[in-house]
């Protein structure tokens, strides 16, 4: 929680911000912004990339300033000794860059799907630019006056942002460090080009490589009955990105997603739709194979009378997610209210007065010239502010009272995304801005707006909430690794922004090439070979709240309510009673909201056996473990989306499995499900 402790070896490293770190951060950037848009309509989740970005731009940048002279314009350019801190700037490039790519996942995709844009995403570049950018810039300035709270005072431990630092500190520590670069570059590369192979032959075999789906096997073997654990999702999935992502996250996080998965999917969903409270459509004319899954219907009025398992619980996990996180955020709040009150410094102004001197007691020790001066994040603001507003009130008719409004909720959002991914590493942001979608929906049946102007209204708020909110937790977290590594901030926002320009062209090109492959039937309902989970959400949603009448079915919604206050005294009893030492056996209810959420059980299920087995290698290997298990996590979660994007591109020129070259044995239905 406090910066690593200044080492008589270090140089003084008078170039923390160059052209080769944004040159490299950037292209690496690009290609990890590729991975997520992949994953993110596959799965519904993106992953941040930082321990990707830390490695593989130490194994360039590394040799390349040894190898190029420090005079002449090359060399002022490229060569030049390497530090750490040099390094944190290309990993938050690196972030920065790929970072967007949440919104092609989510809202922007929704758009499309329900037809309130163009036939052809290229026909409209210019919005989906001007939007990303919307999203990508505001977030950006308002969280730089929390850094200190969140970090300083509250320390937040932010999982991933905390082991790039470490990682990186690692690899520059002499020649030791030089050994344990060359084995973790390794381990990465080794890592990485496994799982890439491995996820392009998972094309051709989908039911024999990747997904076992064990129920629909019992069954063609003669066990009809267990056919329902197929029909409710839970199969096997080996997906190494998941994996990668349950070493990442931990014991406490991952077991309390395969936990909500167990409650939502395993009890409450079967429970439902035996007492005629939720319902499933049959998918198969041969087969008794059933989809709980539905997330539109053409009558409003079914989402209430006819609602899917899905459906039904969606509610009760947002309304987990938002009551937990905000608890959470006010029970961490008050001390730090109590003791800026002791202080006296409960002035908000003197929260962005500037100083002349360090205070001695402040922990924050980081000197006055390296900080991010106050007049850049507020002229930012009020800048990016006025463009939003002009680019809302132009490109998607919203008044500036509504424009406002979406940005204020990104405000608020961010808080919830900033405290879970700090605590567990899961950023739940796109989910928890379903709240917005509620909030503009009701907006919309006040203004009496017709159904696909309130829809537009909908999610372009929503992409502003989630968008700005996902900048802002993506920004604190590289705040942390910066803090702990002794980077100047302000060369760090000076990368992000670099980052962000680059991020708002690409995010919106990638889009655009991917809906040239089969990824574009995500477009269209029911359609979909990567399945864009979040992006149904979405659209559902949207519909939902656009309805003349709310339709929550009555159930979901006192279910809702009463699990998102139990969430709330499972934290009260956690912070007053339970001894902090015990705290890790307490469930992570934003964790449990999410699995009610996503309806991929396999994903919970691989989490929670990826941190398993990463707890019995700490256990017993501590060496091996502090060496390779981060190269090794990072390596599964890049490998398994730069596979999914050549798999893509496999499926252009019409060679992937999908085609009449791979095989649906292990499938159900005898249908190809890859």
């Known amino acids: 929680t406090k910066p690593f402790p200044i080492s008589p070896d270090d140089f003084e490293e008078t170039h923390q911000l160059s052209v080769r770190a944004v040159f490299v951060g950037c292209v690496l950037g690009a290609v990890v912004g590729a991975s997520n848009i992949y994953l993110g309509l596959k799965t519904g989740f993106t992953f941040g990339p930082q321990l990707f970005g830390a490695i593989f731009g130490f194994a360039i940048l590394k ?49 499309y799907r329900l037809h309130l844009l163009s036939d052809l995403p290229e026909k409209d570049i210019g919005k989906l630019i001007a939007l990303t950018a919307c999203a990508g810039f505001f977030g950006v300035f308002f969280v730089i006056p929390l850094r200190k709270y969140y970090i300083v005072h509250q320390k937040l431990t932010f999982p991933t942002p905390a082991a790039t630092a470490y990682t990186i500190r690692s690899l520059h520590n002499g020649k030791s460090g030089a050994i344990a670069a060359k084995k973790k570059s390794l381990a990465l590369l080794y890592a990485f080009c496994l799982t890439f192979v491995f996820k392009v032959m998972t094309g051709y075999a989908p039911g024999i490589l990747y997904d076992w ?33 349950g070493m990442l996250s931990g014991l406490n996080a991952s077991w309390s997603f395969f936990g909500g998965a167990v409650l939502a999917w395993g009890i409450i969903a079967p429970t439902i739709v035996k007492n005629g409270l939720a319902f499933g459509v049959s998918v198969s004319d041969d087969f008794p194979l059933m989809s709980y899954q539905a997330l539109s219907f053409d009558d409003p009025e079914l989402y209430i009378t006819q609602p899917s398992p899905r459906y039904w619980l969606l509610w009760p996990g947002v309304l987990i997610m938002l009551l937990y996180s905000f608890a959470d955020v006010i029970l961490s709040l008050g001390p730090i209210l109590v003791e800026l009150h002791r202080k006296g410094s409960l002035n908000p102004i003197s929260w ?12 924050d020790q980081t000197p006055l010239a390296d900080r991010i001066p106050t007049s850049w994040w507020t002229i930012g603001l009020f800048l990016s502010t006025i463009m939003c507003c002009a680019i809302l009130a132009t490109q998607f008719h919203m008044n500036v009272g509504e424009a406002i409004l979406s940005l204020l909720l990104g405000f608020l959002f961010s808080f919830v995304g900033v405290q ?9 942001v796109t989910t928890v801005a379903k709240a917005s979608q509620l909030i503009f929906g009701g907006i919309g ?17 929503g992409v502003i909430a989630a968008g700005s909110a996902a900048q802002a937790s993506d920004m604190t977290g590289d705040l942390k690794t910066g803090y702990l590594l002794r980077a100047k901030p302000r060369n760090q926002f000076i990368a992000q922004l670099c980052g962000s320009v680059v991020a708002v062209f690409l995010t919106s090109g990638l889009f655009i090439l991917f809906t040239k492959a089969p990824l574009a039937s995500c477009l269209l309902p029911r359609a979909c070979t990567y399945g864009a989970p979040s992006v149904s959400a979405w659209a559902a949603v949207a519909v939902a ?17 009463a699990l998102g206050l139990f969430s709330v005294l499972s934290l009260v009893v956690k912070r007053f009673w339970i001894p902090k030492k015990y705290w890790g056996y307490v469930p992570n209810w934003n964790a449990v909201g999410l699995a009610f959420v996503v309806p991929q059980v396999f994903y919970p299920i691989a989490m929670a056996f990826g941190s398993t087995l990463n707890y019995v290698w700490l256990k017993r290997d501590p060496k091996g473990f502090d060496m390779y298990m981060f190269a090794v996590a990072a390596g599964l979660l890049a490998g398994e989306g730069i596979g999914g994007v050549f798999q893509a591109l496999l499926a252009v020129i019409g060679v992937d499995g999908g085609s009449e070259i791979g095989t649906a044995i292990g499938c159900p239905g005898n249908t190809f499900c890859g």
């Open 63 to 111: 040799p390349l300033a040894k190898a190029l002279p420090e005079s002449g314009i090359l060399g002022r350019l490229f060569g030049g000794p390497f530090g750490p801190k040099e390094n944190c700037t290309v990993q938050r490039l690196f972030l920065a860059a790929g970072g967007l790519g949440i919104l092609s996942v989510s809202a922007i995709p929704a758009m």
């Open 213 to 245: 789906h064990i129920g629909w096997t019992l069954y063609r073997i003669g066990f009809t009955s267990i056919l329902s654990l197929d029909n409710y999702g839970w199969w096997i999935e080996f997906t190494p990105a998941f994996y990668g992502a």
């Open 352 to 363: 962005v007065r500037a100083k002349d001197t360090l205070d001695a007691d402040d922990e």
């Open 420 to 428: 879970s991914s700090g605590h567990t590493d899961v950023n739940p």
């Open 445 to 461: 049946k006040g203004s009496g707006l017709p159904q696909d102007p309130a829809r537009m209204l909908n999610l372009s708020a």
């Open 545 to 561: 709240v656009s309805s003349p009448k709310l339709p929550i079915p009555p159930s979901s919604g006192y279910t809702a309510i």
